[in-house]
């Protein structure tokens, strides 16, 4: 499993404001674009729609402590 790090979580949600694609994104940070879109559709605020690293990144420390 490839897993998403807190600054890469951040490159993600920018490069998502630029309007840049997942495609675009994968290459940048080295990994697979089914990783980012994973990481994006798990992560995303579920009222808006929206990706916000900070809130990604408790939502995976929340999953990592209910293990």
Do not use: P, T, W
């Amino acid at each position: 499993m490839s897993h998403i790090n807190q600054e890469q979580r951040y490159v993600i949600f920018c490069m998502l404001g630029q309007g840049n694609s997942q495609k675009e994104i994968a290459e940048i940070i080295g990994k697979d674009k089914s990783v980012i879109s994973r990481e994006i559709s798990r992560n995303k605020d579920q009222r808006s729609g929206k990706y916000d690293y900070q809130q990604a990144q408790r939502k995976c420390e929340q999953r990592k402590k209910e293990k």
